[in-house]
């Protein structure tokens, strides 16, 4: 990690540590970094706990919006975090080999390929076209639409926060994305170096 280690605590890193080591058994990916900035960080968690234990989403959803926003970010940390419990949920692991691969998931069911796309278009378009928009609020309600766009922006902060600040994979995880090494991108001509 680019940050070194906090030497010492401010009273509200201490509470900060305390409510994520109770809550999340320790602090771990993005809380290592958000630990510096305990208001933000606290905030940080409140919201992203509500996009995955709250959401009017289904969990096999959160799951897949997590991923595929860790995806579209490069979040290494992220994928290997979650990609047990997406599969754990439901979804199918050769649509997430596939997704990991930056290629089409072929998703069976129709509200996680709806969600691939409509996800898809806001990350990297960074607009949803009207048929796409049309599926996604017939397919989920206006309720978890709006909690699927608010996850997808905050799975996209904590991805940045993940790769800006160089969070350590951990060691006993394979890197997910064959273009990314380390953190940054690599050719498929170029191999590991």
């Given at each position: ?9 401010n ?7 305390d ?15 958000l630990?510096?900035?305990p ?19 289904p ?5 897949l ?30 649509a ?11 998703f069976?069911r ?34 978890a ?12 902060t ?24 380390g953190?940054?991108?690599i ?7």
């Amino acid at each position: 990690m680019r940050l070194g280690p906090l030497q010492e605590l401010n009273a509200d890193q201490v509470e900060f540590r305390d409510r994520l080591v109770a809550q999340r058994g320790g602090i771990h990916g993005p809380f290592e970094v958000l630990l510096r900035s305990p208001r933000l960080g606290d905030r940080m968690e409140a919201l992203s706990t509500y996009c995955m234990r709250d959401s009017a989403l289904p969990p096999r959803l959160r799951e897949l919006t997590l991923l595929v926003a860790a995806r579209r970010f490069d979040a290494q940390h992220s994928w290997n975090a979650h990609l047990g419990k997406a599969v754990a949920a439901g979804l199918d692991p050769a649509a997430l080999d596939r997704l990991a691969r930056d290629e089409d998931p072929r998703f069976d069911r129709a509200d996680e390929a709806i969600l691939h796309r409509f996800a898809v278009q806001a990350l990297t378009a960074h607009f949803v076209d009207d048929d796409t928009y049309a599926a996604a609020l017939a397919e989920f309600g206006e309720p978890a639409l709006v909690d699927l766009v608010v996850a997808l922006g905050t799975f996209t902060t904590l991805a940045l926060v993940l790769n800006t600040f160089q969070v350590d994979l951990p060691t006993d995880r394979e890197p997910p994305f064959p273009d990314v090494r380390g953190f940054q991108h690599i050719r498929p001509d170029q191999g590991e170096r």
